[in-house]
């Protein structure tokens, strides 16, 4: 049964990493629904997050060939209900539609967004939250017509009470250490 | 080793001396000139190999490490000459085979700007290397080598790539040589579980119908002997894949033969009854395994792999034994109790007496007037008493010399498994020749492939490579004929060819030669092959419509295999 499922690669910092971690996805015709690179809390260890629909074997599979990778330190995947995840979205309105009515003050106020920015002719609105959220508050702006609308790729965190990279990197050097 | 002032070009070939590298593979061009030149004053250190063309020399360098074990080293120009490299490099992707590749790169401020000879090869390359990368600094070449040598050979091995643009290779800078032992986000063999073992040992201990299949894995970790002993141990009979062909004695009385699409009667019909399948470092590919969920339904599966992700990737494991082959089939073997199933082993010589009669002995022994492909690759056998390295191309002559060829020794199997690459062949033999100098190397071609890659004569002759070249020639594309007969109505779509004086094209490359049209002219036409001092050429004609039997059929089970057609 294909759902989502969220995979996160822990990655030296190389040139081209990237495309060979994509590379995965594309050759099996998998598209990436979102995809989001950062500096992790260990320095110098890049964190993907990469959001897929897929059945749960070929996730498995796709971390399998992603660790595969020489550069890549440790991919997991969770479903959804295992991380606490959001994304980010803004939106552009006219500064207009704000003063005919207070409408959009109310839509702000209720779906907690916020305004980043009001000039004469624009708002930008900043809302995080799930992508149904994110897409809900879209539906209601869109009646005073978004101008511009973005959304950013997932960023998500375990449940787990720890830090699970850094319990893999300490065997991993304990382990590189008994090569010596 | 003291620091001095050297270009990136000789850094190149110094941190290939450190590696051990006798021989490099390959082609120049305008983005590797610099790296030749430094070469020029070393050419009594390192052999370098001129090939015609780069597919020839990537494919040599992947014969150099069948044969030795050892990563095959090729060097190509930019753009085109690194394109050129890019089959070979797939084909020793999927095969596991170690090469370390280098290819010239337009000087760095022109990177992206579409200059002569410009390709973005680290992009094309990616997806067919294990490891590569972009040197653009002369300080970056020797720990870039390191890497690449250690990356290729060790774990599941694989094909590697540098691209150094030519400043890299102009600029001086300090060298030093340090050799990779280890990569932080890289881990190349998980160490054995013995706990794993001792499952996978119970479950051997109490089967009745075992059968154990043997990879390339067991080549590849040196493990011929650790895998005998299995076998001998616990009395279970052996079938192997292509490419694990010649890890184990052909004429081991365990031996039960080749698995697949055109493996042996008996290994393919029994895989369907064994209850236990102990496979060693192979990755049950779909020529292997036909229909995949009428797969060895009642067998557990056993499987000793080093790399991780084959594991249940395509046939679940009930106990995978992760690492590499030879650590845990020794423990393995120490785990395991002495027994014998005699009344198994038997089924298979069963199996065997009705592909004696339906195909075999039709194969080697004909009695109709055409020569087949079985009775060439069975007498050039005996006469190297089986301990020739046997060379194939891809098609119906790569299917015949695997199944009739006999080993004594391993390593002595050269073929493109995976990848199945028309061409692979001739180029090959001149890997295997030089990574093998004192043993005979016999190439099996057909006029098909030898026609992809045919400039390589020249090469065979510079380096005066004695060579064996055999072109079973039946005037066809057989394989594509082969199914055009059996699944598309004998409709001989483009697969018909009008060949060239094969001889004389050997003759104008300097290679003696000649051509065996009837049977009374076989032996003998082998015997002066074989004692010809040098490479030589022998073309065989070959009966236009001989078909390659057993066959799996495409997307049938394995059990389903049939006799003829």
């Not at chain 2, 590569?132 to 720990?143: L, S, V």
Request: hydrophobic letters at 40%.
């Amino acid at each position: 049964m294909k759902k989502e499922f969220i995979i996160t690669v822990f990655s030296e910092n190389h040139i081209g990493l990237l495309t060979r971690i994509t590379i995965v996805f594309t050759r099996r015709k998998i598209n990436i629904e979102s995809l989001t690179v950062s500096e992790s809390a260990i320095a110098g260890v890049y964190k993907f997050t990469i959001v897929v629909h897929c059945s749960e074997e070929q996730t498995i599979k796709i971390v399998g060939q992603i660790e595969k990778s020489v550069d890549v330190l440790k991919a997991f995947y969770h479903t959804n209900d295992q991380m606490i995840y959001q994304e980010i979205a803004l939106y552009k309105v006219n500064t207009e539609a704000l003063y005919e009515s207070n409408k959009i003050e109310n839509i702000i106020r209720n779906s907690g967004a916020r305004i980043l920015e009001i000039t004469k002719e624009y708002t930008v609105i900043e809302k995080t939250g799930h992508k149904e959220e994110t897409q809900a508050l879209f539906n209601e702006l869109n009646q005073f017509k978004v101008t511009q609308f973005i959304r950013s790729g997932r960023v998500a965190l375990t449940r787990d009470p720890i830090e699970r990279l850094s319990e893999f990197l300490k065997e991993r050097d304990t382990f590189l250490e008994q090569l010596d | 080793m003291t620091a001095r002032k050297i270009t990136g070009s000789e850094a190149v070939i110094l941190s290939l001396l450190e590696e051990g590298v006798d021989t490099i593979f390959g082609y120049p061009g305008g983005a590797i000139m610099p790296i030749y030149d430094a070469l020029y004053d070393y050419d009594q250190k390192v052999k370098h190999i001129l090939t015609r063309h780069e597919q020839g020399a990537v494919h040599a360098a992947e014969g150099y490490a069948k044969v030795t074990g050892r990563a095959g080293v090729c060097f190509a120009t930019s753009g085109p000459g690194a394109t050129n490299l890019i089959t070979g490099i797939a084909d020793a992707m999927i095969d596991s085979v170690p090469l370390v590749c280098i290819t010239g790169q337009v000087t760095s401020p022109l990177l992206g700007t579409d200059a002569f000879q410009e390709s973005d090869v680290v992009g094309i390359s990616m997806p067919v290397t294990k490891w590569n990368f972009q040197i653009t600094a002369p300080e970056e070449i020797p720990r870039a080598i390191a890497q690449a040598f250690y990356i290729s050979q060790s774990g599941r091995p694989g094909p590697v790539l540098l691209d150094i643009t030519k400043d890299a290779q102009f600029g001086e800078f300090d060298f030093n040589y340090k050799k990779c032992r280890k990569i932080r986000s890289y881990v190349p063999e998980t160490p054995v579980d013995p706990h794993k073992v001792a499952e996978a040992a119970k479950i051997i201990n109490e089967a009745k119908r075992p059968l154990i299949f043997c990879g390339q894995g067991v080549i590849i970790s040196n493990a011929e002997e650790e895998f005998k002993a299995l076998a001998e141990k616990a009395g279970i009979p052996v079938a192997w894949t292509l490419l694990g062909l010649s890890a184990f004695p052909s004429e081991h009385p365990l031996n039960v033969g080749m698995l697949g699409m055109h493996g042996n009667y008996g290994p393919n019909l029994l895989t369907n009854e064994a209850d236990v399948i102990i496979a060693v470092g192979m990755r049950f590919d779909d020529r292997v395994t036909g229909k995949v969920s009428a797969y060895a339904k009642n067998a557990k599966i056993i499987h000793l792999e080093i790399d991780p992700a084959e594991i249940n990737k395509i046939i679940k494991a009930d106990v995978a034994v992760l690492g590499d082959a030879k650590k845990s089939l020794k423990l393995l073997v120490e785990n395991i109790q002495e027994n014998s199933h005699d009344k198994w082993v038997k089924r298979f010589k069963e199996c065997d007496k009705v592909e004696n009669e339906k195909v075999i002995d039709k194969d080697l022994f004909p009695t109709k007037p055409g020569l087949t492909m079985g009775e060439v690759v069975r007498i050039v056998s005996e006469k190297t008493n089986h301990e020739a390295i046997l060379v194939t191309d891809v098609g119906q002559q790569q299917m015949i010399a695997s199944r009739y060829f006999k080993f004594k020794h391993s390593k002595s199997n050269v073929t493109s498994g995976g990848l199945g690459t028309m061409g692979f062949g001739l180029p090959a033999s001149m890997g295997a020749q030089i990574g093998a100098p004192g043993r005979a190397v016999v190439a099996v071609i057909g006029d098909g492939g030898f026609q992809m890659t045919l400039q390589e004569l020249g090469t065979i002759w510079q380096n005066k490579l004695p060579i064996k070249i055999i072109i079973l020639n039946n005037n066809f594309l057989g394989m594509v004929r082969q199914w055009q007969q059996l699944f598309f109505e004998k409709r001989y779509s483009f697969t018909e060819l009008h060949n060239p004086d094969f001889i004389a094209i050997g003759k104008g490359f300097g290679i003696e030669g000649h051509k065996v049209e009837k049977r009374d002219g076989l032996e003998s036409g082998i015997q002066k092959m074989l004692d010809h001092d040098g490479p030589y050429l022998l073309e065989v004609v070959i009966e236009k419509e001989d078909n390659v039997f057993p066959m799996v059929p495409a997307g049938a089970s394995v059990s389903d295999i049939i006799l003829e057609p």
